[in-house]
């Protein structure tokens, strides 16, 4: 029985921007991410990290060079089909939370599902209370962010982003924005769902201590891939 094709496969992505004046950040990146990982992509500012997140996360097309998800190449996908790939297939987390202010927690945590259907529907609510719960603030859903702390206001994001069960979360600085307590907290809640879920995370992160508990570290530098210079944990 064959190997099943990685969740994620990038294969020597190129990224350019300018017309007249060409200014390359992506230098034919190559990479992959298997089903269940917890995958730490480090570099420092400028080294292209935001931008890999973004093709990668169908918001952005690379100039030259392939993406495949789960096997199926996206070169030829309109930009409706990649708005429904994204929509099934990946959830995010910021480091700001991108929350309502004007909505409630549950509200906040329903709005991939109704973005996705164009409608709410009796059974989001539902969908969302359970995220929420797994997320341990069951009892705020109905507060609005602006009670909620920090720490509550990222496990909101979480509960957003696994609401409609993707198989990969793209993390952008998850924990930038906390104290090393709550940090702690939240990549722990994101382990968890991890392990117990299969869910596969793709986490953007400065703190090479917070790395080095994934289960693998991959380094940007100048827009290239680089062997890490420290090993994560689980290495």
């Given at each position: 029985m064959s190997e099943p094709p990685p969740l994620l496969r990038l294969e020597r992505v190129v990224k350019d921007y300018g017309t007249q004046v060409v200014t390359r950040v992506l230098h034919g990146v190559d990479l992959e991410l298997r089903r269940g990982e917890l995958v730490a992509l480090v570099g420092?500012?400028?080294s292209g990290k935001s931008t890999l997140l973004n093709i990668i996360g169908l918001l952005d097309r690379p100039t030259a060079g392939a993406?495949?998800?789960?096997?199926?190449?996206?070169?030829?996908?309109?930009?409706?089909?990649?708005?429904?790939?994204r929509a099934r297939?990946?959830?995010?987390?910021?480091?700001f939370h991108h929350l309502v202010m004007a909505l409630s927690a549950v509200?906040?945590?329903m709005m991939p599902l109704s973005a996705r259907s164009g409608r709410v529907r009796p059974e989001m609510r539902a969908r969302a209370l359970a995220a929420l719960a797994d997320v341990g603030l069951a009892d705020r859903a109905d507060e609005s962010p602006r009670r909620l702390s920090g720490g509550?206001?990222?496990r909101v994001a979480i509960a957003r982003a696994l609401v409609g069960d993707p198989p990969l979360v793209l993390a952008d600085e998850p924990t930038g924005n906390?104290?090393?307590?709550?940090?702690?907290?939240?990549?722990?809640?994101?382990?968890?769902?991890n392990r117990e879920r299969g869910v596969a995370f793709?986490?953007?992160?400065?703190?090479?201590?917070l790395a080095r508990r994934c289960d693998r570290i991959v380094e940007l530098i100048d827009g290239r891939i680089a062997r890490p210079p420290f090993q994560s944990e689980t290495d």
């Open positions: 420092r500012s400028g993406i495949l998800i789960d096997g199926t190449r996206l070169e030829t996908l309109g930009d409706h089909e990649r708005t429904w790939l297939f990946i959830g995010f987390i910021f480091q509200e906040n945590v509550q206001q990222q906390l104290d090393s307590t709550t940090a702690d907290e939240v990549f722990a809640l994101m382990r968890r769902v793709l986490l953007v992160t400065h703190d090479r201590e």
